[in-house]
């Protein structure tokens, strides 16, 4: 995870009295730390203590948060391909269960998520093909 700095948002927004919920830079910069691990805006505004409308406000009004918001989606999606592809090379283990005792695992692979990420990462090899 990169660190995203305070220094990158900008003071545009300023209240007339702070509460503990006030989208502070250094809430907003822990905000944006959440959003790139999770990609998740409702997980990061609520680990961070802020609203959600309140940062969807904030990203309208604040060119710098927007852009520091949109680096951390691609960050967020750029783990999530990683996983992905692990998940769909190395596939995943699953307990084997017979008469409630664990007796092994079987490792699963995940054709459809393959096949879908060889039509995203190399669709002049495995796109759709129109009909002649």
Do not use: C
Request: hydrophobic letters at 40%; glycine letters at 6%; a positive charge.
């Amino acid at each position: 995870m990169s660190s995203i700095k305070s220094s990158i948002l900008s003071p545009i927004v300023r209240r007339r009295r702070v509460t503990a919920a006030s989208p502070t830079p250094a809430k907003l910069a822990t905000f944006l730390r959440h959003l790139e691990a999770s990609g998740s805006v409702s997980f990061a505004a609520e680990r961070t203590g802020i609203a959600r409308n309140t940062v969807y406000q904030r990203r309208k009004v604040d060119p710098e948060f927007a852009l520091g918001w949109e680096k951390a989606l691609e960050m967020a999606a750029g783990a999530l391909l990683d996983a992905a592809i692990v998940r769909a090379s190395d596939g995943t283990e699953r307990d084997l269960w017979r008469d409630g005792r664990r007796v092994g695992t079987i490792r699963e692979y995940d054709n459809r998520l393959l096949m879908f990420l060889l039509r995203t990462l190399k669709p002049e090899v495995f796109g759709r093909r129109a009909p002649p």
